[in-house]
């Protein structure tokens, strides 16, 4: 079976353009969740999904961050305008339920220019 | 703020060698612990899943212990191979109602020399 998809893997963009990134979690999984990494941190949650319902957006900048999930299954991620802030690791994750592992994706690899 | 400690920061060992590393964490409000490897590039994988005090599990070469009334866990790997190199990541999962949250340390990084 296979695993979380992200895409795309890499991503360059100029400041101030719109980007989007794109998750399909592990079939039957309904915990859908996207994580932000820079460099040298550990990952931070920004959103978690139950479903196609947003039961964690705390951590969402939402003045140009917005997400996704319509139908409960995929997920996309936006971010317009880009800011050189932005550039980092986003990573999608799905797990069956609270305490089992989080399946991880590859990531999306943003760089803002 | 919740602190998830994780230490060394990074670690250089020879093939061979065996290493551990350490992740604190609160001790209030425990669900789980998580263990992951991150290899350069590819997904973190999921090593271990821990939820009980005094919880041991153990993958191939790799093992980790649990404590959660000191609010610690190690990770061991025994006879280190080039290929365990990565970042190893833990992460601390509380529960708050029915709200769960997973907070990650920084991670260490092994480098395993040849």
New interface residues.
């Given amino acids: 079976e296979a695993g979380v998809v992200q895409s795309p893997r890499y991503k360059i963009i100029e400041k101030k353009q719109p980007v989007a990134f794109w998750c399909n979690p592990i079939s039957g999984h309904n915990t859908l969740y996207w994580y932000l990494q820079n460099l040298g941190q550990g990952p931070e949650l920004l959103i978690r999904y139950e479903n196609e319902e947003a039961v964690d957006d705390s951590q969402l900048p939402k003045d140009r961050f917005s997400a996704e999930r319509l139908k409960g299954v995929d997920s996309t991620l936006k971010i317009q305008p880009a800011e050189l802030g932005d550039s980092a690791v986003y990573l999608c994750a799905s797990s069956l339920w609270p305490g089992s592992a989080k399946i991880f994706g590859p990531g999306t690899r943003l760089t803002v220019l | 703020i919740l602190n998830?400690e994780q230490s060394p920061q990074s670690l250089h060992v020879q093939e061979g060698d065996s290493t551990n590393f350490t992740c604190s964490f609160p001790s209030s409000n425990f669900?789980?612990l998580?263990w992951?490897r991150w290899e350069t590039?590819?997904?973190?994988?999921?090593l271990f899943?821990m939820?009980l005090n005094g919880d041991e599990k153990k993958k191939g070469r790799i093992s980790a212990t649990l404590n959660t009334k000191e609010g610690y866990s190690y990770l061991y790997i025994k006879g280190s191979q080039p290929e365990d190199s990565a970042t190893y990541?833990c992460?601390f999962?509380h529960?708050g109602g029915s709200?769960?949250?997973?907070?990650?340390?920084?991670?260490t990084l092994l480098t395993v020399n040849p």
């Fill in positions: 998830v669900y789980a998580h992951y590039a590819k997904s973190p994988e999921a899943v939820t990541l992460a999962e529960s709200n769960y949250k997973l907070t990650f340390g920084k991670g």
